[in-house]
């Protein structure tokens, strides 16, 4: 990051440094799979990629970077006059190919051990002494026959020595995957980045696993910004992307989410930081993918305000929220939203406007405690801010007595009852003197 020139790039630093704060806690100590196409070794701004990953490795993130070759590949085929057959997206890879890929991979392994070495003064690698480990992690098998094609050395991930990668990070160490596999015969086979990258993240029971898009923008077939999806909204969108990284990596990144995998990101290597950007802000600049458990959150009926009190009564009876008699939540479910789980209410949400300010208030958050985690109080949040989007509002308050530092860690900053719309503030409850804080809406 350049000097800050004046004392308004000083001020906006310390403000980002701050917000970044409470991800440089979280993140210490979690499994990150960050995952790139051979596409991105080719770029002249790899190396900033490379900062990135030095500066998550001194944060304390423990890091997997899986690699593709597949234009190293194409460029070796092309200089001996062959062409790459391809059959549904995979290579075919024979004898002569299998070659090529393992010169290629070898290549640009040492590639990035080179760039991970460097330690020069006055750049952002200057006593990094990273440490990087790779080998025989992936065991691999025979793709076999499709559409009645034999793919011979391509094959898939049958199994990856998740104990054996964590002994590296345990000892502080990068871990470098290749797109290849080794049989128990000893046999080599030509494996996909995203099939690696995914099955090393679910082995691992990664808390991220980040494609880089080397092609196209995180958005949607009408070239809308795509920030956040549940894994069964991506498999959703999948089908009306056009072809491309978004469409290849979404439904990876969906699967990584169903399998364990907490968080999965798609950012997109035009975007300087992207990486970086997509971690530490709230906001984000890619997509983010969770798991399909929160698909299921929709607008509350009558039918759920039993439900719904059996979310929020444990939370009232310790003080968390304010008690809510059932006739009341009878008038007001229609402002309700609910996260249901196979059936069953998990958690819930109410959205109170006031149109005359121009905002509303998130009220009544709350999980139910044997599901808490995975997102769901987040997928939620985001149901509340879309609606207040819909209904023109441009900032959300809410007022909360145990939960402030949740909510500023998620782009909520702290205000006084005074911002409070009129009419709410005349019914602020000085002696629980709760916590107030606002949310501008973009």
Known sequence: MPTPTSSTDVSGFVDWFRAAAPYIHAFRSKTFVVAFGGDAMLRDDFVDLIHDVNL????????????GVRPQVEERLSAQGSEAQYVQGKRVTDADTLEHVKDAVGSVRVDIESMLSVGLPNTPMAGAEIRVASGNYVTAQPAGVVDGVDLLFTGEVRKVAADAIKSRLDAGEIVLISPIGYSPTGEVFNLTLEEVATATAIALEADKLVFILDHGKTEDAQGRPVNRLTAGQAMKLVRELPEGDMKLYLPYAARACKKGVARAHLV????????????????????????????????ASIDDVGSVLQVIEPLEQAGVLVHRPRELLEQEIERFFVAELDGRVIGCVALYPFPDAQAGEMACLAVHPDFQGGGRGEALMHAVEEAARAQGLGRLFVLTTRTTHWFIEHGFTLASPEDLPAARKEMYNWQRRSKVLVKTLA
């Not at 998550?56 to 690699?67: D, I």
């Not at 970086?276 to 299921?296: A, I, K, N, P």
């Open 268 to 299: 997109s290597a035009d975007v300087d930081g992207a990486l970086l950007m997509e971690l530490f802000t709230h906001e984000g600049v890619g997509t983010m993918v969770t798991r399909q458990s929160v698909e299921d959150l929709r607008p």
């Open 56 to 67: 998550l490795s001194a944060l304390g993130v423990r890091l997997v970077l899986a690699h």
